[in-house]
């Protein structure tokens, strides 16, 4: 399979962008995009665990019904749940109902909301290379690497669940503490145009 797709739109992309119009809106305009704030980075963290096992074009179609569900994703909300909120969700078949990752959100929620502001920020942040090169084609790009290996030993060392060393790397890929686009794709390093079109 080539690692660059071209879309009827004529752009060349990373081929997993695939034809899907929602998953080329995804890789155009958020995936290796610098992701800032507590709130944010929760939520991505929070989704990158509900895809453990699973294709990111679910979660991606999910992603609105979550946002509601879990109130936006704000920490001090999502840390009240009780028994009866997870009982709920385990009853909507808009989001991935398991009941494991519900859990783990709403307890990563707590430890979130008890740092101070800017803090889960700080932290997450700390585990990007200060150097990444970016990769020729896809058989380049890691699954792990130590920097996602360390953030993974350090979420968990706090309390975080759903935090795996694979996870972790692809929230550094989708929040743009790397940049893994390949080479040839219009968003790769290098070659980003001012304008797309």
């Not at 058989?139 to 993974?152: K, L, R």
């Not at 694979?166 to 503490?177: D, E, I, N």
Request: hydrophobic share 40%; aromatic share 10%.
């Amino acid at each position: 399979m080539s690692d660059l797709v071209t879309g009827a739109d004529g752009v060349l992309r990373c081929a997993w962008a695939g034809g899907d119009a929602e998953y080329q809106r995804y890789h155009d305009e958020e995936w290796g995009t610098t992701l800032h704030g507590d709130r944010r980075l929760f939520e991505k963290l929070s989704l990158e665990g509900f895809q453990a096992g699973l294709a990111w074009i679910t979660i991606l179609r999910k992603r609105p019904r979550f946002r509601e569900v879990f109130h936006g994703f704000e920490p001090s909300t999502v840390a009240a749940f009780g028994p009866d909120d997870v009982d709920r969700l385990l009853q909507d078949a808009g989001i991935i109902r398991h009941r494991g990752k519900i859990e783990a959100v709403i307890g990563n929620a707590g430890i979130v909301a008890g740092m101070g502001e800017g803090e889960f920020d700080a932290l997450m942040w700390s585990f990007a290379p200060a150097e990444h090169a970016p990769p020729g084609t896809f058989a380049e790009v890691p699954a792990v690497t130590p920097e996602s290996t360390a953030m993974s030993k350090e979420l968990r060392r706090r309390g975080f669940r759903f935090v795996g060393p694979t996870t972790m790397y692809a929230l550094m890929q989708s929040s743009g503490m790397v940049d893994d686009h390949v080479a040839g794709c219009w968003r790769a390093v290098g070659q980003r145009p001012a304008t797309r079109r």
